[in-house]
């Protein structure tokens, strides 16, 4: 299985002293250009209020990050329904988080971290399953 990487690092493990890749880097570069391709027209059709309703939750300290985890994925799941696609709802799901997170980021940058940690959260929760999927396909 292939795990997710949030930091940047490559998936792999250490084999006398050097990193051996769990998977192609190429397998990976086309998969970002696919999923950016898809952003870039979900992008347009992604309203300021959705965004500003999630920076709102964001901004509150109150809310757990289970509450904002389930605030991010209402809003994912009500604009997955809302744009209209004939692609695979879990990619549409995957691309929305992604897009939403750099939506967030670039109003409010201070809630980079917090945004950035509950979207993989939301990710590895709600959608590894199908990255493990995706990644399997392309390598074959």
Do not use: C, W
């Not at 509450?67 to 744009?83: D, K, W």
Request: hydrophobic share 45%.
């Amino acid at each position: 299985e292939v795990e997710l990487q949030t930091d940047g690092n490559r998936s792999g493990h250490l084999q006398n002293g050097e990193l051996v890749l769990d998977v192609n880097e190429e397998v990976i570069r086309i998969i970002a250009a696919q999923l950016a391709k898809i952003g870039d027209q979900f992008d347009k059709e992604i309203k300021a209020r959705v965004v500003n309703d999630l920076v709102q939750h964001f901004l509150n300290e109150n809310l757990s990050g289970e509450e904002i985890t389930r605030h991010m994925s209402e809003a994912v799941e009500g604009l997955a329904r809302a744009i209209p696609s004939d692609m695979e709802q879990e990619k549409a799901m995957l691309v929305l988080a992604m897009v939403l997170t750099k939506k967030i980021a670039n109003t409010m940058p201070s809630l980079l971290h917090r945004v950035f940690s509950t979207t993989v959260n939301y990710i590895s929760q709600q959608l590894h399953n199908y990255i493990v999927r995706m990644v399997s396909a392309v390598k074959q």
